[in-house]
């Protein structure tokens, strides 16, 4: 399959049939595609965030002390660095990218080691993932990230997914679950997904209470649905997709 990058440059997406991953060879764009940190079709920021920051605190509640260091591993300008500390975690932002704007004073060193590291939406921007892997797993042996997985291999056009994201020419990296286990497998390390959250953990890591874990997941989701129902925004629709589709055509335009 090829693809019409930022509106202007082709690509060629390859298909690797052994772990059955998806990935754009030499991104020579990425200047450009950049010159942005958060593109402006991702309207979805803060609802993902919003939703990110519950999971999350479910997961730690649930498996580590309150006393942890958590590391956001690709933490954009800050958000959920500053929502997690917000609900008590020593939360530290880590980003190469991207400017921290809102946990400024909480970055992380770089080299010390943390109990938890975090990558959201940061891993189809890989370039060489199993590089930045290698470095996140000498400083933790637990990596809580999303990425949407490859629903299917064999695609015609990048219009077939949205996840593809050429006009904005950022995702070049994609994984099946196939792909993420060979990864978990290469490191020695254990692939657990709860929900949306892929994670490669240290063997027995996430392995009992894993349905209390999936109720609270559900019934956390069902209470915020039934407030914004009833509650919040009874009369008035979310923006988020008619925005983003706004967004995406007129940088399909140029
Ligand atoms: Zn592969």
Request: a positive charge; aromatic letters at 16%; proline letters at 2%.
């Amino acid at each position: 399959m090829s693809g019409q990058i930022l509106g202007k440059y082709f690509a060629n997406y390859w298909v690797c049939k052994n772990c059955e991953c998806i990935f754009i060879d030499k991104p020579f764009w990425l200047n450009e595609a950049y010159s942005e940190s958060i593109v402006r079709t991702d309207t979805g920021i803060m609802v993902r965030n919003i939703n990110t920051c519950n999971q999350l605190m479910i997961i730690f509640n649930t498996y580590f002390n309150p006393e942890i260091k958590v590391v956001d591993y690709g933490g954009g300008y800050g958000i959920l660095a500053r929502m997690l500390r917000d609900k008590g975690v020593n939360a530290l932002w880590y980003d190469k990218f991207s400017q921290n704007l809102l946990a400024r004073g909480f970055e992380y060193d770089g080299h010390s080691k943390a109990d938890a590291m975090l990558a959201f939406e940061v891993m189809e921007h890989l370039e060489d993932p199993m590089e930045t892997l290698n470095e996140i797993f000498e400083k933790t042996d637990c990596f809580i990230f999303s990425t949407d997985l490859l629903p299917r291999l064999n695609y015609k056009s990048t219009n077939e997914w949205w996840y593809f994201a050429p006009e904005a020419g950022q995702h070049i990296f994609f994984y099946s679950e196939k792909t993420l286990k060979t990864i978990a497998n290469n490191f020695g390390l254990e692939y657990s997904k709860i929900n949306k959250l892929h994670i490669f953990h240290k063997k027995g890591m996430f392995k009992n209470k894993r349905v209390i874990v999936k109720v609270k997941f559900f019934v956390g989701r069902v209470f915020i649905k039934l407030l914004d129902f009833f509650i919040f925004e009874s009369r008035f629709k979310s923006r988020m997709w008619d925005d983003h589709r706004d967004m995406r055509s007129k940088m399909n335009n140029g």
